[in-house]
C-alpha cells in the first residue's frame, strides 16, 4: 500500500523515470537481448524505476498531449542512442570473429545468437561470449544502471533532441566498430595468410598432395592455435575498449545536455 501510495503522489516524476529507463534497458546489450521474455523486462524495468524515483528531483507533468509525446518520444531515442553505443562493441567483436571464420574456411558454419537474434559464425558467437562474460566480470551491468541513474543528472526531464553533433557522434562511434573488428581478426587473418603462402608454395613443390583437403584442417587449426594464443591480449584490450566506451557515453550525455 506504501508503495502504491507514492506512485499516486510521484505519478509524473515516475512516469518519466520509467520511459527513460525502460528505453534504455530495452536498448542495452544483456537486458535487452531477444532471449530475454517482454515481461521479464518490464518487471526490471519498473523495478529500477521505482528505485530511481527517489533520487530524482520531482518533474512536472508535461503540458499537453502533444508535449508529452514529443517528450516521451526523445526518451525512446535517448535509449537507442546509448543502446547503440554499447552494442556497436559487441557488433565488432562479432565482425572481427566472422572475417576470422572466413578466413579460417569456418564461413558456412552458423549458428544462431540469441543476444541479436541472427545467425553469426562460431567463431563469432565464440568471441561475443567472451567479450559478455568479460563485460559481467567487471560488472558492465551494474554500469549500465549508473549510466541510467547519470543520464538523470545530465539531461533535463523529456529534453533530449537528436541534433546533428549527435548524430556525427554516433557515426563517429559506428566507424569505431569495423577499425575494432579489423584489429581483433588482425592476428588471425595475419597468420592465415602466412600459412596460405606456404601451402601454395608445398603445392608447388610437391603437387602430388592434395593440398584442398590438407589445406582445410591446417587452416582451421592455425586459426583456433592463434586465437588460444591471443586471449591474453584479447582481454586487456576488451577491458581497454570498455574503458573508452563508457567514457564516451558519458561525453555523449554531456553534449545531449548542452544540445
Do not use: C
Not at 122 to 150: D, E, P, Q, Y
Not at 229 to 242: A, G, H, N, V
Amino acid at each position: 500500500m506504501e508503495i502504491i501510495q507514492f506512485l499516486l503522489n510521484n505519478s509524473s516524476t515516475f512516469l518519466f523515470v520509467f520511459v527513460r529507463t525502460t528505453a534504455i534497458i530495452l536498448a542495452a546489450p544483456i537486458f535487452g537481448a531477444f532471449n530475454v521474455p517482454m515481461h521479464i523486462k518490464m518487471g526490471l524495468s519498473f523495478l529500477v524505476a521505482l528505485v530511481l524515483t527517489p533520487l530524482i528531483p520531482s518533474v512536472p507533468m508535461p503540458v499537453s498531449a502533444i508535449a508529452l509525446i514529443l517528450g516521451v518520444a526523445g526518451e525512446i531515442l535517448l535509449g537507442v542512442a546509448m543502446g547503440l553505443l554499447v552494442r556497436f562493441i559487441f557488433t565488432g567483436v562479432e565482425f572481427a570473429g566472422q572475417i576470422a571464420s572466413f578466413q579460417m574456411g569456418l564461413g558456412m558454419a552458423n549458428v544462431y545468437d540469441p543476444i541479436h537474434g541472427a545467425q553469426v559464425t562460431v567463431i563469432g558467437r565464440l568471441m561475443s561470449l567472451l567479450t559478455l562474460l568479460l563485460f559481467l566480470s567487471v560488472n558492465g551491468h551494474l554500469m549500465v544502471i549508473m549510466a541510467l541513474k547519470k543520464s538523470f543528472e545530465s539531461i533535463p526531464s523529456y529534453g533530449f533532441r537528436l541534433n546533428g553533433a549527435l548524430m556525427e557522434q554516433i557515426v563517429l562511434y559506428s566507424k569505431e566498430m569495423f577499425v575494432l573488428a579489423v584489429k581483433l581478426s588482425a592476428p588471425v587473418v595475419a597468420i592465415l595468410i602466412f600459412v596460405n603462402i606456404a601451402l601454395g608454395v608445398i603445392a608447388r613443390t610437391v603437387p602430388q598432395l592434395n593440398m584442398f583437403v590438407i589445406g582445410f584442417g591446417i587452416t582451421i587449426a592455425a586459426g583456433l592455435i592463434m586465437i588460444m594464443i591471443s586471449m591474453p591480449l584479447f582481454e586487456s584490450s576488451m577491458l581497454r575498449i570498455f574503458d573508452v566506451m563508457w567514457e564516451g557515453i558519458f561525453v555523449f550525455m554531456r553534449q545531449a545536455n548542452h544540445g
